[in-house]
């Protein structure tokens, strides 16, 4: 059974600040993942989507990066703004079309100005 | 382009009590999914539907969840009875096979 997990549980850095987050997989054999972000009370924006065959994937301060056969992905964020704090979940999608995404638990990012 | 809307936002309930909750997805989106988040925690499936077809119900707890999609657009999810445990924040997200989800906000469940 696929297992995600996300490390740290939280972090907390100051504005400007480039920092990683992490994702590990248990199964290797994944379709795709997906990288989003939560506001309190709100519901999961996707930020980013990297295919089983691609090695990173970029949007603006965002780059996020996969090595299936290590089953990791990391989520970088360039200069950290108080706006980037919020909650960020890591999903994939199991080597089958048409599964649904498995979720970790995610990590609260907080800025400070 | 309008998003993925849910209603209610908030429903609060006693428990043994029925609820329902309805999305409405994006135009187009074949694929509709109702998760559940618990605080802390990941979101987790409920029941997948593709078009009007539900293709994956295994962890939707049969015995007093149901759901239904209408013509392969609307989705109702539905807790009769309602019990404690069931408090959560119930997610409805849709997609274009196999490519970005997309979720509404949200329809946070209290269940006193």
């Known amino acids: 059974k696929q297992e995600v997990t996300q490390i740290p549980a939280a972090l907390s850095v100051p504005e400007g600040e480039n920092l990683v987050l992490n994702c590990s997989f248990t199964?290797?054999?994944?379709?795709?993942l997906q990288w989003f972000r939560q506001d309190p009370g709100k519901g999961l924006t996707s930020l980013l989507l990297i295919q089983s065959s691609q090695r990173e994937q970029t949007s603006g301060r965002l780059n996020a990066s996969l090595d299936k056969s290590s089953g990791r992905s990391t989520l970088y964020i360039a200069a950290s703004q108080p706006g980037d704090s919020a909650t960020y979940l890591c999903?994939?999608?199991?080597?089958?079309?048409?599964?649904?995404?498995?979720f970790g638990k995610g990590t609260t990012l907080s800025v400070s100005s | 382009e309008a998003g993925v809307v849910q209603s209610p936002r908030y429903k609060i309930i006693e428990k043994k009590q029925p609820v329902a909750f309805w999305c409405n997805p994006i135009?187009?989106?074949?694929?509709l999914y109702w998760y559940r988040q618990n605080l802390g925690q990941g979101p987790e499936l409920l029941i997948r539907y593709e078009n009007e077809e539900a293709v994956d119900d295994s962890q939707l707890p049969k015995d007093r969840f149901s759901a239904e999609r209408l013509k392969g657009v609307d989705s109702t999810l539905k807790i009769q009875p309602a019990e404690l445990g069931d408090s959560a924040v119930y997610l409805c997200?849709?997609?274009?096979?196999?490519?970005?989800?997309?979720f509404g906000s949200g329809t946070q469940l209290s269940v006193l």
């Open positions: 997200a849709s997609s274009l096979k196999d490519e970005k989800l997309f």
């Open positions: 999903a994939v999608k199991a080597n089958q079309a048409g599964t649904a995404l498995i």
């Open positions: 135009s187009g989106h074949n694929t």
């Open positions: 199964d290797s054999a994944i379709y795709n």
